[in-house]
C-alpha cells in the first residue's frame, strides 16, 4: 500500500492532452493501484528502464518508481509512444 503518490511535472502536461474521460480512468485506476497493488497489471521493466515499472490502463501505459510508502508517477502515455 502507498500512502503518497507523487506526480512528476510532465505528467501533468500529458494528461492535459487527453480526453477527460481518459483522464479520469486513469486517476482512478492508479488510486486503486496505491490502496492494493496488484502484480497482474503491473510489471517491472527491464533495461534502459531500470527500477522502473509499468500498470496497464486500456491504450494507455503509466511508468512509475516505487520508494517504501511513495508512488512517483513518472510517465503517462498511449501504449505506442511511452517508450520513446
Known sequence: MYNNIQYDPKVIKQLKKLDKKSI?????SIEKY???????KVI???TP????????IGDY???FYTEDD???ISSI???KNVYN
Open 24 to 28: 479520469i480512468t486513469i486517476l482512478d
Open 49 to 56: 528502464f531500470d527500477n522502473t515499472y509499468r500498470l496497464r
Open 34 to 40: 496505491a490502496k492494493n497493488p496488484n502484480a497482474k
Open 44 to 46: 517491472k521493466l527491464k
Open 70 to 72: 511513495l508512488l512517483l
Open 61 to 63: 501505459r503509466v511508468l
Open 77 to 79: 502515455a498511449h501504449r
